[in-house]
Nanobody, 126 residues
């Protein structure tokens, strides 16, 4: 089971940190991705990280503003989000998979993850 936390309301230009916690298994052996969805629109990728943490991928809208990282001690994958914009308002989901399917970019673009969390709402508004 994956559980996201850290969502909430933030003003434009502000920061939030999301955490994706695994319950019942270790994320050490899983690639993890963050995705988001706005009602009425398709889910889109945000950022993904490889099992080792050595490879990361960011989608263009968040490059330079978001940072994905692993915290093996806490068994989480975190997403630090800075300089948030109103268009970042969405439900954010994390996902994990122990099977690599190409590069981390390939997995992110294809949303190739089998375990998904329930999501956490982020609202960017003044």
């Amino acid at each position: 089971q994956l559980v996201e936390s850290g969502g909430g309301l933030v003003q434009p230009g502000g920061s939030l940190k999301l955490s994706c916690a695994a319950h019942g298994f270790s994320l050490d052996y899983y690639a993890v991705g963050w995705f988001r969805q706005v009602p009425g629109k398709e889910r889109e990728g945000v950022s993904c990280i490889s099992r080792s943490g050595g490879n990361t991928h960011y989608e263009e809208p968040v490059k330079g503003r978001f940072t994905i990282s692993r915290d093996n001690a806490k068994n989480t994958v975190d997403l630090q989000m800075d300089s948030l914009k109103p268009e970042g308002t969405a439900v954010y989901y994390c996902a994990a998979d122990s099977v690599g399917r190409g590069s981390v970019k390939d997995m992110c673009d294809g949303q190739s993850f089998r375990i998904w969390g329930q999501g956490t709402q982020i609202t960017v508004s003044s």
